[in-house]
């Protein structure tokens, strides 16, 4: 199987510290990488999608300042929360894509970064 | 535009019954299907997916989906669901060919009670 972690699990912080979170992928080389935010009882938002070796492309309101993004090899993407405020409080996803044979694999999801803000 | 339309936000079922999630979309272009499941505080799960061939696809779990091109549908269907089976399920729409994102519907609760 293909298999994503994420690290941490949980993190807390106080307002104003920076958080970064990582996204591996453990047994396949990942070229593209997602991260998506959930809100409580809601769907998955995607933040940004990062290739790697390349600058990372973020969806329309997503600050790119705010959510620092490095893909810096086949298997690991972190994400940087920078100056945290409560409102940044949410449930972070990342999912990790390979290639085959010219068409797009699934994407496989780690399980989640649970980050409060206080 | 893609788009994908969980109707049913939260969907309650006794234990042993049959049950069906509803999906649909919208697309202009040829389209990847999925399903995802989340249990709680916990990432996605692939149940199944539609990429081309049969209409029919079999998931883990014993999940089912079929596609119905003329009616923009992929409903998942269960035919008796354990109370295990409680979580939240996920349809997404990707584009064909060598992109990228996935565009998830709202979700739908899946709710088995005994």
């Known amino acids: 199987g293909a298999v994503v972690s994420q690290h941490p699990s949980r993190v807390i912080c106080k307002s104003g510290t920076s958080v970064k979170i990582e996204c591996r992928s453990l047994?396949?080389?990942?070229?593209?990488m997602f991260w998506y935010r959930q809100f409580p009882k809601q769907s998955l938002m995607l933040m940004a999608t990062s290739n790697e070796g390349s600058k990372a492309t973020y969806e329309q309101g997503v600050e790119k300042d705010k959510f620092l993004i490095n893909h810096a090899s086949l298997t690991l993407s972190t994400l940087t929360v920078t100056s945290a405020h409560p409102e940044d409080s949410s449930f972070y996803i990342c999912s990790a894509r390979r290639l085959r044979r010219g068409w797009a694999d699934t994407q496989y999801f780690g399980p989640g970064t649970r980050l409060t803000v206080l | 535009a893609q788009s994908v339309t969980q109707l049913d936000s939260q969907v309650p079922v006794f234990e042993e019954a049959p049950v069906e999630l509803r999906c649909n979309y919208s697309s202009s272009v040829s389209v990847y299907l999925f399903w995802y499941v989340q249990y709680p505080n916990q990432g996605l799960q692939l149940l199944l997916k539609?990429?081309?061939?049969?209409?029919l696809v079999k998931g883990i779990n014993g999940f089912e989906a079929e596609f119905n091109k003329s009616q923009t549908s992929f409903h998942l269907r269960k035919p008796s669901v354990h109370i295990s089976d409680t979580a939240e399920y996920f349809c997404a729409v990707q584009e064909g060919g060598a992109t990228n994102k996935l565009i998830f519907g709202t979700g739908t609760l899946l709710a088995v009670q005994p």
């Open positions: 047994d396949f080389q990942a070229t593209t």
């Open positions: 539609y990429l081309s061939g049969s209409t």
